[in-house]
């Protein structure tokens, strides 16, 4: 068993990781750690708000026996030697200082921007850029680290770049538009997004989202020379907005392809795409890697985010686009917590764990 | 006074018909029709659910006093002798037989899509298209009829038209990508979205709604020619998804424009449209036709789609597209219940009846 | 394995048995029927809204694999002879007069009112009032019936009456005020209540409900004599609400006992009955009958309605009344469609079947 | 013109005042204060949650335009002797040492529960117990101030209270049960309830709620004599939870009368308390004190918390109780922000102007 610790390990993501690593055959929670403000409390006192006793815990599935009478950590106190690897679900600005300081020694996967734009970073999504992981070498090399940081993407490129590698590799992608409808969840429980602010609404805005959507996705369909990646030169543009959705980003996709399609092509072409990806024997991978509706009314966040624990990116509504000569629009719906976040994680641990990198 | 019947004045859009007309100063609805089901039966009666009684009005005013007592017809009983102008919110299907029975006597106004694709049809909206009005002479002559039938426009497709219109003026317009999220009013209440099906959801299909909007779109900003509209011909793609959300439209746009533009003159263009739109006198009409917010968070339909009672576009988040070279991006939110149908419908009477067409 | 029908299998209870029946050890549901306008599709047809395509399919489990294909008979089609037991999911009008013609052969479990009420007709919840099911033989030789209808009660007795059971045992109740919290699923999808209606929004009223618990509960309660069963001499009130909840009925309870009692006596007498509940060994039954939590902020519906597949009545917040000299009070949560309907149903089956009742 | 301060004005409840003194006729918001941390900003930009930008702004009014610009004070820097009235919107911790200091010099009314439970300090509900006015007096000599802290109860006492009025002044009132569906705007906004602890759930507590109830309810309904308030003898007993509402309390009420009732003598002695209210004239008093539908679908939040803009108490399902030999039960609604909150406290400000004690 790999021996694991999780910093930032009560905030949304951080529970997602404490559901994911429960009787996991290869690795072992044996540490979590947070904020000052946690570190000394059981996890689960460390878990309810201060003034109403509330607990914050929003999985569908119980906290975890192991984990409720776990003390926290602080951060500084976690000895980097006594782990193979290293999670982190840290807030960006604490990303920047803390996740160097364990990556000299160990690996550490992270669901935090801080390093993603780096050159010698990969934003890594298994099963879609897996040479992208030979980087991490060079990194570690320039760094003179014994670990190294590899980062996942952020929530909303993920289900994008998986709808988008298949049709790229078969038809080649010219410019994306994307407008996501992105789930509650999404924003963390610090506070996140308070009922009064999205009951019966829309907000039009996620800072920095859009930014971040649309370089991961040209990084992650890059190619990888000598010393770096060279991010793929389709155009994206995205409006990210915010709905009263608990789970589940929801994506309405339009996609100039440079070669000529037809919508079923496309479906075949992902579904064949999704039956021979890279990732499928590995503990966390979903029996689908992307499973596609003829239904015009599917894919739905509350019918389809739980397909294969979250792990699947459900695509529907493909069909011939309007507007360009060679196009095509879909909508998908991607599980921001899970296949989008710390699920995600553990996948591509398990991933590099069977590359040995770990 | 001008005498009003409305045609199908129980469902959600007659409901708003008969708020919109309420103490109205130039018109005085004295009858109202509905299904065999409703007839005979007082307004206020025929508005509750057989089983449990619930009331089906949904607006924030009261049922306006002056209807509660109303007796409501048969539609075949309406002797259209008795009236200046009829309002239908009739389901397409009834108002394709319905309509033109009236029609041979007395002008129609619908929000109902049976004939918005008719050659001798425009579909209009106040200030945007006026110049379409001269049509429903063609139209009378053709038909042998004494009155008309002008429809409004889908409701999804009200915002878009309204917005596109100054930058097609300024800057051309060559391509449009939009997705709406759209609210539960636009569905009806027989029976609508049932809650079960949308409470934590999106749903990401609206049948014809795309094909509508993108027709539409192209006959309101197309020309007029001696004897039929020639449509605009930029192109349109668009996505149409259900959100949990009670009133208000909001669309995110991708516009690709035929000159560069910088976003604060798409601003600039959009508020002197508004400062000079045609129909700023009328009744009904808003104060500001168009808002637009610098605040990126803005529009939102909870906070902004009451303004002016409902009959302003909201736009905001205008800025570069990041895939045309010319192109911008924003997100718009229309009420569709107002601006957008039977409110709508009313100020489109107000036109035609300063312009001495009714 | 015993042969199944299944009445009304397209609605919201249908949909449920269904769910429940699949994979089960002891029953086989060979054969569904539905209306009319059902009959002859396809269960998966059967199940989308005409107009919109939309799949009336709500909860959390897909439709199982063997029901997709399964062809929908009309109910007067269905031969009684060739079942060993019928479930029906009928509303209460349909029930009383397709339900007798069924009885005459084999027995019918019935989640509708129109038997409820009959002096030789039990409503039995298995555990609480297993005794009563003697009078079903009663029942059979004052109709000369070779099977019997057995009903469940209302969905919002449920909880109530279970978790009464041990402090009326232990203390004797003399007074029950309840205020009821329901959930939307509760009223079915025929059209159930409309999004527009409860979003935002509680509605204060829920026909025939409160008479139906009052009932109910002393029934339930009661004693059976020679030929009938004497309701229980307890008082009870109820006020019913409809909240936005999709599933989970949350009840607010101020209880009256004969003798002296203090909160921690209730929780010890709650988890003994509940150790002790005579249904343990079988197939559907949870794990826990009663589960009683100390944190004050549950039960919450979308965190504890899932709890052993929603087949547990899940207590909390007992505290002493401010009121009443001897009395408690308490918030309970019941799973409104699995054992307070098609699940709880085929629990029922199960204790009959033991018994060689079926 | 009466000179205002209000100190926490950037809440939940400081927002209503904003609203509620907008072009008030006898009182001028001339300065605002809040904590450190907004103090020298201007109002609308100490609004802004940080991080996202997004408007902490939750009235369906607009922010009034006197407002937008007012640079907000520190408290300590706020001068008294510049003020005929100060309303306080603070939170019990900060109230309990800040109103002392300005009620020294100047008259308080206060949101705050900090000074309620004070021998010499009423609670006050404009119309229902305006002789403890009186004790004001008591207070001033008391603590030799030339101020005094009025507060007004908690929201959720206040439509209980005043219905309990009428029924206690013809019939006597022995015993009451209630359980209240509070809405999310009575948490406040910093942060509230967070969107995924409630959306689809029912929060079955609120710490302290039902302690405040249960004591102010009695103390409000008690008698004056020489030197204090005698709390009423009537017994209560509560539960509070917290629905996916976002603005209106529900409350479900169970009375038990000293004399025998019936339902339509309860509606009569209300609507005639309704009429001959004391606080009629006033600027901010409601057309109607109280209003009492038959229909039983109501009151309902969403519809009829907006009445005479939030100051009516909605009163529906009035009926014979089941369980007491005199007794009602009825549902009630009361806006906890506007007449159970700031602008009840702006009413009681009226109140205590005409009375010449402000």
Redesign the interface.
């Known amino acids: 068993m790999q021996r694991i610790a999780v910093l930032g390990a009560t905030g949304a993501v951080g529970q997602e990781f404490v559901v994911s690593l429960n009787k996991h055959p290869w690795f072992e929670l044996t540490q979590v750690a947070s904020s000052a403000r946690s570190a000394g409390k059981k996890y689960i006192y460390a878990l309810r708000y201060p ?8 999985k ?1 599935e119980p906290i975890p026996e192991y984990m409720q009478d776990m003390v926290i950590s602080k951060i500084e106190d976690i000895d980097p030697e006594k782990f193979d690897l290293i999670f982190t679900a840290l807030n960006s600005d604490d990303a920047q200082t803390i996740e160097p300081d364990f990556a000299r020694s160990v690996p550490v996967i992270s669901t935090a921007a801080a390093f993603r734009y780096e050159n010698d970073v990969p934003i890594l999504i298994p099963g879609i850029n897996d040479e992208h992981i030979e980087i991490l070498d060079i990194q570690k090399k320039n760094r003179n680290w014994n670990g190294f940081i590899a980062p996942l993407p952020n929530c909303t490129t993920t289900g994008l770049a998986i709808t988008l590698k298949p049709i790229m590799d078969k038809y080649g992608v010219e ?3 994307m ?1 996501s ?1 992105q789930a ?2 999404g924003a963390g ?1 610090s ?17 920095k989202e859009e930014e971040k959507v ?1 370089i991961e996705t040209k990084k992650i369909l890059g190619e990888l020379n000598q010393t770096s990646i060279v991010p793929n030169n389709i ?3 995205c ?1 990210c ?1 915010r ?4 789970d589940g980003h ?1 994506e ?1 996709v ?1 996609v100039e392809t440079k070669e000529s399609v037809d919508p079923h092509m496309i479906k075949k072409e992902m579904l064949k795409f999704s039956k021979n990806v890279s990732i499928k024997e590995l503990p966390t991978a979903p029996k689908d890697y992307i499973i596609v509706h003829d ?9 389809d985010r ?1 397909i294969n624990d979250g792990m699947t990116t459900v695509v ?2 493909i069909r011939k ?4 000569e060679n196009g095509i ?1 879909y ?1 998908l719906l991607s599980h921001n917590e899970k296949m989008g976040s710390a699920k995600g994680a553990v996948l591509l641990a398990e991933l590099l764990k069977r590359k040995d990198i770990i």
């Open positions: 003034a109403s006793g509330i607990l914050k815990w929003h569908p410019s994306v538009f407008t409808l509650l969840s429980r506070p996140g997004v308070i009922a009064l602010d999205i009951m019966d609404n829309v907000i039009p805005y996620i800072p649309q155009k994206v543009s409006t907005m709905v009263p959705v608990s929801t309405s339009f239904d015009p009314t599917r894919p739905q966040p509350r019918i739980e529907g509504r686009d309007t507007v360009f629009k909508v």
